[in-house]
Each structure stands twice: as structure tokens, then as C-alpha cells.
């Protein structure tokens, strides 16, 4: 596995220790559908057209990862996270990249 940036300047970068691995993004409230399937475009998966008037961060994180392969590009992957309940995280969307 190997990490993938982010590609929306609203995706924050978490630091974590196993970075040479995998990404982990905050994602704020106004992005999460965007990773959603019903929301996915192929051309624009980030392409929010709504501009919020406050950016709230903390309900919703990412990991974006891909396979390393011998060819040049490898499909990624991205996991939406959400907290259910306010107690646990679970896996809401998620989108594979593929070249």
C-alpha cells in the first residue's frame, strides 16, 4: 500500500504513523456527500458546487490508498468514515480510482 493526496484543498491531511501507508483526511460536513455513490462523477469527485458559509471538520475522516503495483498507476481506493451513534466509526462510502 502507498499513500494518495488528496485532491480538494478542503481535505486536511491527518498526521499519523503509518503515513508511508495509507492518507488519512479530515473531511469537512459540506464534502462528505461528495463521497458518497448516488454523488460520485468520475470527472469531478470533489467538485462541490455549494459554497459553505462555515467549514465544520471532526464528523467525517477518509483514508485514500492505493495498491503498489509494477505497472506505472494502480487503482485507488477511498474509505468514507462517519462516527454512528456517537460512539463508533463506520465505513459510509467509499470510491475506487481506477487509471
Not at 10 to 30: F, K, N
Not at 50 to 72: C, D, H, Q, W
Not at 92 to 99: D, F, K
Request: proline share 7%; glycine share 4%; hydrophobic share 40%.
Amino acid at each position: 500500500m502507498e499513500p494518495v493526496q488528496p485532491e480538494h484543498d478542503d481535505l486536511r491531511i491527518v498526521h499519523h504513523m503509518d503515513e508511508g501507508a495509507y492518507t488519512v483526511v479530515a473531511v469537512p460536513d459540506h464534502l462528505a456527500g461528495l463521497f458518497l455513490c448516488d454523488k460520485e462523477s468520475s470527472q469531478h469527485p470533489y467538485d462541490a458546487t455549494a459554497v459553505p458559509k462555515r467549514t465544520i471538520y471532526g464528523n467525517y475522516y477518509a483514508i485514500l490508498f492505493s495498491m503498489r503495483t509494477p505497472s506505472e498507476h494502480s487503482a485507488a481506493l477511498t474509505l468514507l468514515w462517519a462516527k454512528e451513534n456517537q460512539k463508533k466509526w463506520k465505513i459510509i462510502g467509499y470510491e475506487v480510482l481506477a487509471p
